[in-house]
């Protein structure tokens, strides 16, 4: 079963796609660009959604994490600390990475969305509402659930990636892989998920890590953000453990020929419609499990491999016709849903035996 599990975690995460979408009537607030008063709200270099604030008293802290994320209180030794967040909402996500500079122990109130914590660097313990507490270092992420508090305690050298993911969105995602509606509320196992199912959504958010350290502007890309909305939420629903996994599996069958060619049109007519393995499933009316072994029988890969393939040959139909006067590799990539330039241009060149950009310049 882990096996399987991994193995939908990589495919979806093909492409380093990702985001999410808040809900604004919650209590958990969401990043905006005001900063809490008596601290030193630093702005963004390049982006409108982008905010650094900086505060060195507990209190000061405490009330720029209420206003973006929940209420909560910080216990430490002495009166000082060296908070830094820099912000982001990509989309509807709300992204930040956050630090401290001194060893402390953080409670919240009771969440009203989930929340994603993944160290940076350093160590983390944590608990949510009963559970047993739980240790992370660099690279393992926790998923908190909503109707619970939280007790964090940050070593002085921990930051950490923290995102808040709105219940509506990622509940309306899974009736929509489930093709039903919830019996019961979405609820994550508090425990750090093994490598097999978790390594892809660690470099996907480790691509969101980066852009709040070099701001690219990825973050005012409409386009940009639909396709990470999709996969953030799919990477969470197929790569961490939850009360609904054994239904998000499906049964086992493959999809006829018939439905992986329809699979395939839809591709080629929309490639870039921001589609994730659990959006394509639900369109054809099948289980992920089936879909994937579908495409595995038919066309011997993953239905993310195939799509990629497919945005990557009309990236560059797109570029021999383009000029260089009126659009930009970045514009077109963005357009097809390919986010990570590096990548896009890393597999390109090995697509087609040269850049992107020789390609719009000849």
């Known amino acids: 079963m882990g096996a399987l599990r991994g193995q939908r975690a990589a495919e979806i995460a093909v492409e380093m796609e990702y985001v999410v979408v808040s809900d604004p009537r919650s209590r958990d607030r969401g990043l905006s660009a005001r900063s809490a008063g008596g601290v030193r709200g630093l702005g963004g270099p390049t982006s409108r959604s982008y905010t ?95 109707e619970a508090p939280a007790e964090i305690t940050w070593s002085a050298d921990c930051a950490q990636l923290c995102l808040m993911i709105p219940r509506a969105g990622l509940e309306a995602e899974l009736e929509r892989l489930l093709g039903r509606s919830l019996r019961a ?43 990470l909305e999709g996969l953030v939420l799919d990477g969470l629903l197929l790569g961490q453990q939850h009360n609904y996994t054994e239904a998000t599996i499906g049964p086992s069958g493959g999809a006829r020929g018939g439905l992986i060619t329809r699979a395939v049109d839809l591709m080629e007519e929309r490639p870039g419609e921001p589609w994730t393995v ?75 035996a040269e850049t992107p950009s020789e390609t719009l310049h000849h």
Do not use: W
Request: proline share 4%; with cysteine; net charge positive.
């Open 185 to 227: 509320r979405l609820r994550f196992e508090f425990a750090v998920a093994p490598d097999r199912d978790a390594g892809r959504l660690r470099t996907v958010l480790g691509l969101v890590a980066q852009e709040l350290d070099l701001p690219s502007g990825l973050s005012t890309s409409d386009v940009a953000a639909r396709h």
């Open 52 to 146: 650094r604030v900086q505060a060195t008293v507990p209190d000061q802290a405490e009330g720029i994490i209420a206003e973006h994320y929940l209420p909560n209180r910080l216990h430490l030794p002495g009166s000082s600390l060296e908070m830094d967040l820099a912000g982001l909402c990509i989309g509807g996500l709300t992204a930040g990475r956050l630090s401290y500079g001194r060893h402390l122990r953080q409670v919240t109130d009771e969440a009203q969305n989930f929340h994603v914590n993944m160290p940076l660097r350093g160590r983390a313990a944590s608990r949510c509402g009963g559970s047993e507490v739980v240790g992370t270092a660099a690279g393992q992420s926790l998923v908190f659930s909503p």
């Open 278 to 352: 659990v959006g394509l499933a639900a369109e054809l009316h099948l289980s992920v499990r089936a879909l994937q072994a579908g495409f595995k029988r038919e066309l011997g890969m993953a239905p993310m491999a195939y799509l990629r393939l497919v945005r990557m040959r009309r990236a560059r139909a797109a570029l021999r016709e383009a000029s260089p006067t009126e659009t930009t590799v970045r514009a077109v990539a963005l357009g097809l849903g390919l986010v990570h330039q590096g990548r896009f241009a890393s597999s390109y060149r090995a697509m087609f």
